[in-house]
C-alpha cells in the first residue's frame, strides 16, 4: 500500500532563509510524487512532480525536490523563503490502481517569519 | 475561466439533512477525483469517474453518499443524512487521458459545516 509521511506539522522560517520541507512515501510500484500548495480557502496546486528520469526536479515559484530511491524520500526546498510562501503543502505519491489518484501526507504548514 | 469549478463554495446544514455539491472539471478532461479535507489533514480519496464511469471508490464513501457524472460532463456529490463528521472540505480534481502522472487540478473546494 502506498503512504506518505511529512515530518513536522509546522515550519518556520525567516524571509530569505532556507525551506525544506521532508516527505518520506512508502509504495509497493515505481513512485510517482508529487507537491502540493495550498493557500487559505482555495483548492490545491501543483509544485513539481516527479515521474522518471532526472531526480532532481524544479518548480514553480522557485521551488525543487530530490527523489531519493535509497531513502525513500521526496524533500521539498527553496534557497530563500518569501512572505509570500506561507501556506500548507502537501506532498503525494501515486496509488496502486491505475486510476491515477493521489495519497497525501498529513501537510507542512510554512510560517515566514520578516 | 478554463479551471476546475466547485458549487457552492461554502454549505451550512443541520444533521440529518441532504446535501448536493457539483463540480464542472476543465472541459477536455475525462478523468475526475472527489477527495475529501478535514481539518489539518491531507485530502483523502473519495470516488473516480472515467467519463461517466464511476471506476473506484474509497472505503470512506458510506452508503450515505453517493457520486454521478452524468454524460461524462459535469459530476454531483451528494450526502444523504448528513452527521457532524461530514464536515469537511470536499474537493473534486480532473485531468486529462494520457497516463496517470498527468496533472490533476483542482477546483476551489466546497466547505460542508453539519451544525
Known amino acids: 500500500a502506498q503512504s506518505v509521511t511529512q515530518l513536522g506539522s509546522h515550519v518556520s522560517v525567516s524571509e530569505g532563509a532556507l525551506v525544506l520541507l521532508r516527505c518520506n512515501y512508502s509504495?509497493?510500484?515505481?513512485?510517482?510524487l508529487f507537491w502540493y500548495v495550498q493557500y487559505p480557502n482555495q483548492g490545491l496546486q501543483l509544485l513539481l512532480k516527479?515521474?522518471?528520469?532526472?531526480?532532481l526536479v524544479k518548480g514553480i515559484n522557485g521551488f525543487e525536490a530530490e527523489f531519493k530511491k535509497s531513502e525513500t524520500s521526496f524533500h521539498l526546498t527553496k534557497p530563500s523563503a518569501h512572505m509570500s510562501d506561507a501556506a500548507e503543502y502537501f506532498c503525494?505519491?501515486?496509488?496502486?490502481?491505475?486510476?491515477?489518484?493521489?495519497?497525501f501526507g498529513q501537510g507542512t504548514t510554512l510560517q515566514v517569519k520578516p | 475561466d478554463t479551471g476546475v469549478s466547485q458549487d457552492p463554495r461554502h454549505k451550512i446544514t443541520k444533521r440529518g439533512q441532504n446535501v448536493t455539491f457539483r463540480c464542472d472539471p476543465i472541459?477536455?478532461?475525462?478523468?475526475l477525483y472527489w477527495y475529501r479535507q478535514t481539518l489539518g489533514q491531507g485530502p483523502e480519496f473519495l470516488t473516480y469517474?472515467?467519463?461517466?464511469?464511476?471506476?473506484?471508490k474509497s472505503r470512506l464513501l458510506s452508503d450515505r453518499f453517493s457520486a454521478e457524472r452524468p454524460k461524462g460532463s459535469f459530476s454531483t456529490l451528494e450526502i444523504q443524512r448528513t452527521e457532524q463528521g461530514d464536515s469537511a472540505m470536499y474537493l473534486c480534481?480532473?485531468?486529462?487521458?494520457?497516463?496517470?502522472?498527468?496533472?490533476?487540478?483542482f477546483g476551489p473546494g466546497t466547505r460542508l459545516t453539519v451544525l
Open positions: 503525494a505519491v501515486r496509488g496502486s490502481s491505475n486510476t491515477g489518484k493521489l495519497i
Open positions: 472541459s477536455e478532461h475525462n478523468r
Open positions: 480534481a480532473s485531468r486529462e487521458s494520457r497516463g496517470p502522472t498527468d496533472t490533476q487540478y
Open positions: 509504495s509497493s510500484v515505481p513512485p510517482y
Open positions: 469517474f472515467q467519463n461517466e464511469a464511476q471506476l473506484e
Open positions: 516527479y515521474t522518471t528520469g532526472a531526480t
